[in-house]
């Protein structure tokens, strides 16, 4: 009796799990937008405060193996270490169009030949015999 009891509960779980979710308010898409703004933000804040460490590692490894008398091989050459700035989130206005639509792309150039060459399909693709 149990056992058939566990897979009817199962399969009523997976449907309410496969239930449609209601589409996101456009106040819950611009929160999102900032989410994931403040999240990159955050990334590379990380990656800045990652960076001056290594530089500070690196530093006193040159150090006390200059103190030691080690030969060591001259570090790479890295670019600097900026830093991200404070965080600023600016939303787009929600009537702005994206560049697809307001025509900002270059127009098609005029075709000068056809597609395809001369050469007929089936001679290309040869259908197969069975």
């Keep these: 009796m149990t056992k058939s009891i566990i897979p009817l509960l199962l399969a009523l779980a997976s449907s309410a799990v496969l239930a449609k979710l209601p589409a996101l308010s456009e106040e819950a898409k611009g929160k999102a ?22 530089d500070k590692v690196a530093a006193s490894y040159y150090q006390s193996a200059k103190t030691a008398g080690k030969a060591t091989k001259p570090p790479a050459a890295l670019p600097p270490c900026t830093e991200p700035g404070p965080f600023a989130y600016t939303a787009n206005p929600p009537d702005s169009k994206p560049l ?3 025509g900002a792309h270059s127009p098609a150039t005029t075709a000068t030949s056809p597609p395809s060459g001369k050469q007929p399909d089936a001679v290309v693709n040869p259908a197969k015999k069975s």
Excluded at 33 to 54: N, V
């Design 33 to 54: 937008a900032e989410a994931a703004a403040k999240t990159a933000w955050s990334g590379k804040t990380d990656g800045y405060l990652l960076c001056k460490w290594q």
């Design 100 to 102: 697809e639509a307001a």
